[in-house]
């Protein structure tokens, strides 16, 4: 039986290696350090909150996700940012990491939308969030950084 569970500092080093198993997998490079896992994850001011799927004590998949406010809703809601199973191979597993979160993980929170993106050509991440009943919004996620994003904080 997969089960789920908020993720604690003690589990970086899993975060990490399936963070990175997800990059690889989309022909990325390295990510974050667990060290800066650990900062940002569960230090004194989370940026955001994880969740593992398990079986046993096996960890098979995890969902990363972060705060979000909706202007044109009026309503608080999640990023959800990474979403894998180890390996990025082991069927359902990401799902029940998400199922985990829309069931209880997550709850308590007043939510009205969770936000998620998926890499243009992934046929089976696109089938994970129809089947959890995300639908496209029409809207392309852009990114500024380096020196394109040092110029604007200078201007």
């Known amino acids: 039986m997969i089960t789920t569970r908020s993720a604690i500092a003690a589990d970086v080093p899993v975060l990490h290696a399936m963070l990175q198993a997800l990059a690889n997998h989309d022909g990325g490079g ?4 667990p060290e800066t896992l650990l900062r940002h994850g569960f ?3 989370p940026l955001f909150r994880a969740i ?4 046993g004590a096996e960890a ?3 969902v990363l996700f ?3 406010y909706s202007t044109h809703r009026g309503e608080p809601g999640l990023y959800a940012g990474h979403l894998g199973g180890r390996g990025c191979a082991r069927p359902g ?6 199922g985990g979160g829309s069931s209880g993980r997550a ?8 936000h998620a993106w998926r890499r243009s050509g992934n046929a089976s991440a696109q089938a994970v969030y129809a089947k959890l009943g995300f639908r496209a919004r029409g809207y392309q996620f852009l990114i500024l950084d380096g020196a394109a ?5 200078t201007a």
């Open 107 to 114: 709850g308590g929170l007043g939510l009205g939308l969770c």
């Open 52 to 55: 593992l799927a398990e079986r």
């Open 43 to 45: 230090g004194p001011r």
């Open 60 to 62: 098979l998949g995890m």
């Open 66 to 68: 972060y705060p979000d």
């Open 149 to 153: 994003l040092k110029a604007v904080e």
């Open 93 to 98: 597993t990401g799902q029940a990491a998400a």
């Open 30 to 33: 390295t990510v974050g350090s």
